[in-house]
């Protein structure tokens, strides 16, 4: 059984179409990197993975479980219910952190699965302080947002995503914000969710962390995927012209 599929994605904004007829099925401790040029439709794929946005016709599943449909050229959604369970399957890392500004780094973390998950606070309490010391923060517990840099910020939401136990982790651009030495200390958290058998999807600019960490990198471009594959295969030798095309850009 696949963790995540979306078949037959399309989505348009103002007329523009940003992904047509994009298909992705994700296995269990896979990960999966998604890389491409900005406006390829990356991100908006993400948005309609963990219903930040609707598909305007498409499938959607997570763990056989149908999230969306398309009947007769209509989207349909599940019930309220249904959607409310899902959203517990995945857990979704920013580009910008997301962090609320006026709570704690232990807030942060441990306030959404409270809320959300009704879990017992004296279990989550300790779940949160483990944690807190595999990212390297446990000193930083009671500091507020401002007073972390940018690379600690992207830790602690990378934390509060993992402490809602997902199946899956999606990230969009969890580095972009970052300067090169802060990159270095985001990245390797990653690398060791994949050692440990984290699934994930990483929309990523960082070319060689894709191959490293990834079972299969996808390249999207204007809104279609134009090549898929083995990490190293695609980096190091693509088949289609427009992925070569992007990848020397890069290299450049």
């Not at 609707?54 to 149908?66: A, C, R």
């Amino acid at each position: 059984m696949y963790i995540f599929e979306i078949n037959n994605c399309k989505k348009q904004f103002n007329g523009n179409i940003i992904l047509n007829d994009v298909s992705l099925k994700v296995k269990e401790s896979e990960v999966v990197s998604i890389i491409g040029s900005s406006g390829s439709g990356k991100t908006t794929l993400l948005r309609c993975a963990t219903l930040l946005e609707t598909m305007d016709s498409g499938n959607l599943k997570y763990l056989g479980e149908t999230v969306a449909t398309t009947q007769n050229n209509k989207i349909k959604y599940a019930d309220k219910k249904t959607i409310k369970k899902i959203k517990n399957y995945y857990g979704l890392v920013f580009q910008n952190f997301n962090l609320f500004p006026h709570w704690t780094v232990y807030k942060n973390i441990i306030d959404p699965v409270l809320s959300i998950q009704k879990r017992d606070k004296n279990i989550v309490d300790g779940e949160v302080d483990l944690l807190l010391k595999k990212i390297g923060l446990y000193d930083k517990k009671n500091n507020y947002p401002y007073e972390l840099s940018g690379g600690q910020k992207q830790r602690v939401a990378i934390a509060r995503a993992l402490a809602m136990k997902p199946k899956i982790l999606f990230f969009d651009e969890p580095t972009s914000a970052l300067d090169p030495e802060l990159t270095v200390e985001v990245l390797k958290i990653i690398k060791d969710l994949a050692k440990i058998k984290m699934t994930m999807v990483i929309v990523t600019h960082e070319m060689n962390f894709a191959k490293d960490v990834s079972d299969r990198i996808i390249f999207v471009d204007k809104g279609y995927i134009v090549e898929e594959g083995i990490a190293k295969d695609i980096i190091d030798n693509p088949r289609e012209e427009r992925t070569k095309q992007f990848l020397s850009k890069l290299s450049k």
